[in-house]
């Protein structure tokens, strides 16, 4: 799907950066100055522009501390404004993560800070990109259940408190397997964009990155420390100056890990279920996608069976599809049936369907040529079901309660957020 | 022989008493009034070289003192012939080397795993850590995603802090073999300069420095004196290399071969060239190179980083 990303100052209109997405051609100069110029047109009068449609595409403005001007210019895919937002959010603290809030609202030297920018176009890259991640989406992180957890949390936790924080967490295939109190106490989209981060990045077998926490600490930087286990298995750590790199590596690493060896390497093995082997799903589920809204979990999996899927009797999905179906159907029915996942600043948006509904849908569903799905929403949970066609609508409510019972009794899953 | 600095004297020694056992190392140590340290690393270095040096080789730095000694580790004629670059592809060398690969890509390591061979085919480890500085886009990044045999970021993305990489790499050096465990440090530009904890993190204990210049770009080489000297104060005797990058793109170098010796001549620094392209992939999802392409591609430059550094040791032990 295409896409324009421009980043201006909100006072004079001077572009810092474009990103663009697809095969299409950059943005002329004149064009960015004419997207930015009817905001401010808009501005002046005394109106707040924040979104439009074409044709083909919808735009979206928004501001931020009076500062930066961020606009979204993308392929209309029927999804709600909401997620326009989102993405926007997610842009700007990314700039955050990277630059610090200080340079970005106070900006001093336009030259510096269009170089400092540079350092975010991965990240931002990143959130343009289609991938197999749910986090940025749903602005939960994407996690990864093994029946290993428990004992990788005691070798975490001893870890990270050698390594003077409290702020850890491992992660498998770029997935949250466990993480300490503290890491999880951080806000969704902290969560979402420090994971975002460190898939953006090339493989390494450490890292030492100063970060600026969007909401926790946007101003003074902390480092992320991470170091790479075994393959696919990375320990990660915030700190402040001290210990360094070197330290805790040499020190820590083999102490702490080394005795885990063997339950990294069992755990690694439930890739790309990410979810134990024992959890039983029915066979005609094909994928799913699995929010806790209230501690900011996403649980997603396109291989819930281990059999061969050739054997079921339903037409076989690619993968790079099941995860375009799932994330279409969640786009559209979140922001417009369903509530938002929010994070902390976030502003109410009052053109949402949901918002102005007396009442809250429960369930939905769609069904394709080749495919239905089935989305459920409970409390705290937000589920949603891909299945094959062969599957009669009729089962799909029942099937994507048990399911949903199935999950959430494994207790990673459900732990409450405690503040 | 009063020319002769006392480093080499011990060397000498060693060289009489090939078989000698390691105490007795320690004690001509001390007969010969070099303070070194009996920790394990000169020890084990110390075992080493007596077990492998070959006598010409010896006999060549019994004529060196030791001013001679720092040009030799540079400019000696030595170098390049005590590798055997194309290892790799002996049968001999086929056997070590079956332990980076998998179905024929790179195999990486995380910092718990290592490289399996057979008992009899266990060689010792030796561990560098090198660190690889220069100018914003110069590929540093690149060149270490190219040593590593992953794919090579298409366009320049900015480092954001300190990534460091380890490559496993057997050679047969001296007719021994060893496997080498290069630790890279690869530090963004622009990070390093705006966080102080970089530069000092990237230096400590390094055991060589790679200066990274790009053959499209001259200000990247006029900012090689510059970073040479923003590290002299804390080198420490690391081995420097320069590396020019985007070698491929040798049509359009901005940099001549006349500016290229002088400054290999003034500073007295060898010169490596890079070409960090990916000119085979294999058809798997991830699209990564071939292994084995890429072995041929890195191995003049890693044996040459690995017997620089072997080299290096050699000569520690005697100087200290
Ligand atoms: N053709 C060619 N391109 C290269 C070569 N080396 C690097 N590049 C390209 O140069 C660009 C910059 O490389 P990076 O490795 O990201 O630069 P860097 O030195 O790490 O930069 P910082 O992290 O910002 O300090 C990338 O687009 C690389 O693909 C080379 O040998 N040949
Ligand atoms: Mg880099």
Known sequence: MAAYLVCLTADGGVPLFTRTKGNIKPLAFAEVGMLNGVQMFAQNHGVKLQSTATDEARIAWKVYHESITLIVVICDDGASDT?????????????????????????????????DLKACYKLVDTLLEETEFFGDLTESVDIFLSTENSLLQEHLESFVHAADSTYGCLCVMDRIAVATTKWWDLTGQELVLLSLLLRSLPQASSRDIAVYLPHSSPKIPHRLLTFQLIHGVEACV?????????????KLLEVHWKPALESLRSCIRVFPRNIPLSVELDLGILGFILINTDNHRCLATMHPNSTDEKQLPHKILSMSRKIGILKTFYKTVVGIYFAPVHSPDKEELTCDLQALLSHKAKDTYICGDDYKCYALNDDRYQIFVLYGSHVPTFALRTTTQKTLMTLIKDKKFDEKKKS | ??????????????????????????????VTNVKCEPHCR???LIR????????????????????????????????????????????????YFSSVLRNNRRKTFGLLERPSLSPQHTPDTLTYKV?????????KTATVSKLMGVNVPP???ETPGILTSVLYWPAKIADRIHMFRFHFWDAGEQALKKFDHILPACMEKVD???????????????????????????DDGALKVVVGTKYDQYAHSEITSRELQDFEHQHKVPILKVKNINKARLNDSEKSPDGRVELDDVAPFLNCLAERLWYRDQIAVGLV
């Open chain 2, 131 to 139: 660190f690889l500085c220069g100018k914003a886009g110069v590929g």
């Open chain 2, 42 to 44: 000169a020890t084990g």
């Open chain 1, 238 to 250: 915030l700190c402040g100056p001290t210990p360094t790199l070197d330290d805790v590596r040499d």
């Open chain 1, 83 to 115: 997620h326009l937002y989102r993405l926007l959010d997610n842009v700007f603290h990314s700039m955050v993560l990277l630059v610090g809030l200080d340079d970005i609202i106070s900006i001093k030297n336009v030259e510096r800070l269009k170089r």
């Open chain 2, 48 to 95: 080493r070289c007596v077990r492998n040096m070959p006598l010409v080789y010896m006999a060549k730095i019994l004529e060196m003192n030791s001013a001679a000694m720092h040009d030799a580790l540079v400019h000696d004629e030595d170098m390049g012939h005590l590798v055997h670059d194309d290892w790799h592809k002996t049968p001999e060398g086929k056997i």
């Open chain 2, 1 to 30: 022989m009063s020319h002769v600095s006392q480093g080499i004297v011990v060397w000498l020694m060693f060289c009489d008493k090939r078989c000698s056992s390691l105490v007795s190392c320690r004690c001509s140590l001390q």
């Open chain 2, 208 to 234: 060589a420095v790679l200066f990274l210049f790009s053959f499209t770009d001259h200000p990247s080489f006029d900012d090689l004196a510059n970073q040479m000297s923003r590290i002299s104060s804390t």
């Open chain 2, 155 to 157: 366009v320049h993305c």
